[in-house]
């Protein structure tokens, strides 16, 4: 998997900048675990930390190639898993491999094809290429953001890396935060190519960006198109079905230990049988629980049920080698669990104990495996979530998971949530209900704060540019045309703040995680299928379940959708409360710069006993927030 940074400047000798590259590739050592490396000459330096996952002797970096004209060198994150397949055309070509890893595979592809080797890839990757041939930098980043680059233009070229945290590692590097960047925190939309920090940038998903003495230049090699969807219902289930089995298949091919990540869903637990089915070995699965969750669990609309039962259901009929990890709130409220998930995603914009547990639990998987497959994307491609079954949000214009109806947020109805000023009776009258995604409710700000960043404001307008890239097909019906639209802002808008975090979370302990469901092709082609036919048995995930209803228990196939699980343990509730009440005992002028103190003081003297979700998720906002002040010292301005 790896982690990858570099600095080019056509200003200044970079061979003389070496305590600078190499403190920028620290910063991201356990992305890379098993090796590091830079490399430099006048124009450009580059740096690698190495998980070594296929070809284990041979794919160190930063790889290089000599050539007549200057020398091609590359950093790499991902992987390529169609690299077999190019690897014998290139050498049919004539190229000459001296290792049998997918990293020279990509950089001989590059000297073969140029840019247009990104067209011919599968697979998740980031990587930049410096070609002294033409004295520029190319950096390509996979289809669907499955791995993260970012970069910052200097007055005479560019710092780049999987993370800010290297780039601001940098000491060209100021780091603020202005009215943007606290938009950017404040609301659960992916804006493409924002990032956070003033002056950073994030490469767009299906985005070539190129750097030389001229200026930096980005083409968009691939995005989600219209297309008309000519096969019948069992063509497109056929098809659905072959899609995913070569995607398992390619997806299981590492030199390391594999393993699948099972929650009992209908997704993670597609992925386990189709693994367990292609591998000659024993398919490992690891689940994430709680101490106690049977007896403290309450279901309601959001969460109908436990995973375990479920789990267990697919590891018994798969026949898998099952691990639980089971956590306390001990370990969940450990505020130096905190500061390491803060640090792992570089921004205070998590969601609480389930970025804790998915830390924890990548931290135990990785004692045994360096590979995990996971079922994560399924809900955004084939339309899984509530908001897409809900008439209401089927008709307003915001984003679906923002504006959700009364029936995905039944924590909120009643008396007790019209005395907070919450919704209540309108709610119940079917209206919806707009939140700002749970710990990032408005009110939680300070009153100067929420006039600065005009949050409705900026929502509706990065609403209408996101509608405005879907293209209507001829013959689309005005319902089908709106359900291709909420695909689409939640292939573009809202999966990439999940994988980002799945990323972030996996690789702070140096695990690959791989994402099936990613695969362009059958992004592609679930994306133009019909609202109808991905329902077509009247239920959510129609051409999932029909797909691979084979290889499943029938309860898993029957299941209601279920999000990734949190603690219901109410001693975590207490714990996290006590420590934002410690907070009113530091001078903390940035953070009470951007929190109302007062809310805050409400919110600790609530009973940890009945707390409830949007007032725990306040809380935990709240907490991030203070851990990374203290840890990157942003100047806020606004």
Known sequence: MCGITGWVDFSRDQTRERVVIEAMTETMACRGPDASGVWSDRDAALGHRRLAVIDLPGGAQPMSVSTAHGDVVMVYSGEAYNFKELRDELIQKGEKFQTSSDTEVVLRGYLEWGEALADRLNGMYAFAIWDARERRLVMIRDRMGIKPLYFYRTPHGVLFGSEPKAILANPLVKRVVDVDGLREMLVPVKTPKHAVWKGMQEVEPGTIVTIDEYGVRERTYWRLESKPHTDDRDTTVARVRELLDDIVRRQLVADVPECVLLSGGLDSSAITALSARELSTTVRTFAVDFVAQAENFKPNELRPTTDTPYVHDVAKHVGSDHTDIVLDHTQLADLDLRRKVVRARDLPMGMGDMDESLYLLFKAIRRQSTVALSGESADEIFGGYRQFHDPAVQQTDAFPWIAIGDSVIPDMRGARANQRGLPGSAARRGRLVRLMYSARSSDMFTPALRSAVGLDTYLQDRYTEAVNEVARLDDEDDFTHRMRVMSYLHLTRFVRILLDRKDRMSMAVGLEVRVPFCDHRLVEYVYNTPWSLKTY??????????????????????????????????????????????????????LFGLIDRAALEQLTRLDPAILQPLEKARLEQVLDLAVWIDAYHPEVVY
């Open 537 to 590: 048995d009247g239920r959510e995930k129609s051409l999932l379940r029909g797909a691979v209803r084979d290889v499943l228990p029938e309860s898993v196939l029957q299941r209601v959708k279920n999000p990734y699980p949190s603690t219901a343990d109410p001693q975590y509730d207490a714990a996290i409360q006590a420590q934002a009440k410690d907070l009113f005992g530091t001078d903390d002028n940035v």
